[in-house]
């Protein structure tokens, strides 16, 4: 009886990790790396990562309208995201992926952006999205922390 009992939970077991799979979406390269890296940590120090490969796991809090070049992560920390940009055309995400969650790899790319910078960003972001967007709310130069997007599993 025990056996049969065993079989059952092995075989319910592996068919719930054939549906995991299947609703698994991939897009670019392969996912990598072993090690998840915290967005937290990756704002805590951004000078440590810049330039390096990381994975980022998270919920996908916002997706690109206009062409699906980018996703933004949410993080372990409330309040804060990572957006995961990649070349327009060569990775596109569906609106569909929102709310959905992400296993992401990239290399981390830090800048400082000027206040006319920010000020194009917020216009550009505001007409995706179809909002609006006040310069006022800019008050100096900002750290920018982004992943150059490399591939994506999303579930």
């Known amino acids: 009886m025990r056996k049969a009992a065993a079989a059952v939970v092995m075989m319910v077991v592996a068919a719930a990790a054939v549906a995991v799979a299947a609703q698994e979406k991939k ?5 990598t790396l ?15 990562f810049s330039g390096k490969r990381v994975q980022v796991q998270g919920p996908i809090v916002d997706v690109c309208a206009q062409m699906g070049c980018w996703l933004a992560l949410g993080s372990d920390q409330e309040f804060q995201t990572i957006r995961f940009k990649v070349e327009d055309g060569v990775i596109v995400f569906p609106m569909s992926v929102k709310g959905m969650n992400a296993k992401v790899e990239g290399v981390i790319s830090v800048e400082t952006l000027s206040v006319e910078q920010q000020i194009a960003q917020g216009h550009e972001h505001a007409k995706e999205q179809k909002t609006t967007f006040d310069p006022k709310t800019v008050k100096g130069p900002k750290v920018n922390v982004m992943i150059k997007g490399e591939g994506a599993v999303v579930f």
């Not at 897009?27 to 996912?31: C, D, I, P, S, V």
């Open 34 to 48: 072993t090690e998840v890296t915290k967005v937290s940590d990756i704002y805590a120090n951004p000078e440590k």
């Open 27 to 31: 897009f670019g390269t392969a996912l």
